[in-house]
């Protein structure tokens, strides 16, 4: 089994910050990647931003320049530094991680989500 907990979330101004965090814990080998998407009021779940095993990155178009994925020197953190925030960034955002867990199976655990506003 593998969890993942977020935290971080909250109501923020247009033009503001916000830095979720998400921790993952079990029987892990292996984190292959860890990712951060959302789903917004109405909208699909969609790919925020990913960090793979070597630390290459990935960014959704929409938030390019302004979001930054990075992880903890344990490297079973992820972190989500979200600035020039907006209100259609306003959504639930969710954690997900690819996992060999130490008995070699493969999982792709999600996290609870946590909600981020956006608004004056």
């Known amino acids: 089994q593998v969890q993942l907990v977020e935290s971080g979330g909250g109501l923020v101004q247009p033009g503001g910050s916000l830095r979720l965090s998400c921790a993952a814990s079990g029987s892990i080998l292996r984190i292959n990647s860890m990712a951060w998407y959302r789903q917004g009021p109405g909208k699909q779940r969609e790919l925020v931003a990913l960090?793979?095993?070597?630390?290459?990155?990935n960014y959704a178009d929409s938030v390019k320049g302004r979001f930054t994925i990075s992880r903890g020197n344990a490297k079973n953190t992820v972190y989500l530094q979200m600035n020039s925030l907006k209100p259609e960034d306003t959504a639930v955002y969710y954690c997900n991680a690819a996992v060999t867990t130490d008995s070699y199976n493969y999982l792709e655990p999600w996290g609870q989500g946590t909600l981020v506003t956006v608004s004056s």
């Open positions: 960090i793979m095993f070597d630390g290459t990155t």
